[in-house]
């Protein structure tokens, strides 16, 4: 013992575990300082993308969703006052993988293809419309060059065939 007591400071064990446990927390107090601002940059970046998808959300919602919303009828307003506080909850929340708000998406997105494919069947409705009405409008654009028969044929002017069929098996036999 008395070695340990004349060694000096440095050398003495407890002096050695000492600098090793205090090596060791510098190194944590490092460890964590570097992770604190890993975590700052973080949640930095993922707030810079909420408020992207917050801004996309809300895009959607003022343009695909509007027209859907006010398209839609319901028996009392408040419904679409709810649904659409619900909507901006979503959006507050950036929760753009939520179940309901792809439906809204995807239900406002076909509003909006089937609105713009009876659009189209309206304009081809209405065209064709007008060149029937100018194709067929007087019997000369209807009948155009054509002349008039000159007599009506009736069902005696027709030579009757006495077997159609005992014809048409002749006409099988003779041809094969």
């Not at 919602?61 to 709810?82: I, N, P």
């Not at 067929?136 to 007599?151: D, N």
Request: charged share 35%; glycine share 4%; hydrophobic share 35%.
């Amino acid at each position: 013992m008395s070695s340990d007591t004349t060694a000096p400071p440095e050398r003495r064990p407890e002096t050695q575990d000492l600098n090793n446990v205090l090596t060791h927390i510098k190194n944590l107090e490092q460890e964590k300082q570097d992770l604190e601002k890993r975590l700052v940059e973080t949640e930095e970046r993922a707030a810079r993308m909420s408020q992207k998808t917050k801004a996309a959300m809300q895009s959607a919602m003022d343009t695909l969703m509007k027209k859907w919303m006010d398209a839609v009828e319901t028996k009392d307003e408040v419904v679409k006052q709810q649904f659409k506080g619900g909507l901006d909850t979503l959006i507050n929340k950036s929760a753009d993988e939520n179940g309901v708000w792809q439906m809204m998406v995807a239900a406002s997105s076909l509003h909006e293809r089937q609105e713009h494919n009876l659009e189209k069947l309206r304009v081809e409705n209405n065209e064709l419309r007008g060149r029937v009405d100018s194709s067929f409008a007087t019997q000369e654009s209807r009948v155009g060059a054509k002349r008039k028969a000159e007599a009506e044929l009736g069902p005696g002017d027709v030579a009757q065939a006495k077997d159609m069929w005992a014809d048409f098996a002749s006409d099988i036999g003779r041809n094969f």
